[in-house]
């Protein structure tokens, strides 16, 4: 597998659980180049932009993987916009970014 830039989010999140969910799978080997750092700043740079969309992903992304994630962000979504948050899941890529973008994705 190879993962470049933001890529190499997607590659390391797939190699570190592969051989605990997906055993049969021969993977050779993993490259990840050109990391992205400071992910913090780069969710402020998304929350409120007209592409949104990826900070929900990462969220929903991390909720599906992790149950103390998913607990915690659950705990934080507030009544009024929850079953909007959640909706993304089932959005394809146009109609979440037509109903995410330019939102405050922040909990």
Not at 18 to 29: K, N
Not at 44 to 68: C, F, R
């Amino acid at each position: 597998m190879w993962g470049y830039s933001g890529g190499s989010i997607a590659t390391e999140a797939a190699a570190e659980p592969q051989l605990r969910y997906a055993p049969e799978l021969d993977i050779s080997g993993v490259v990840v180049r050109v990391l992205v750092d400071h992910s913090l700043d780069n969710m402020d740079m998304l929350n409120k932009s007209p592409i949104a969309i990826p900070l929900v992903a990462a969220l929903l992304g991390t909720m599906s993987q992790y149950s103390e994630a998913a607990a915690c962000v659950r705990s934080r979504l507030r009544p009024e916009t929850a079953s909007e948050f959640l909706s993304a899941k089932d959005m394809d890529l146009s109609a979440s970014l037509r109903a995410f973008a330019m939102k405050y994705i922040y909990l």
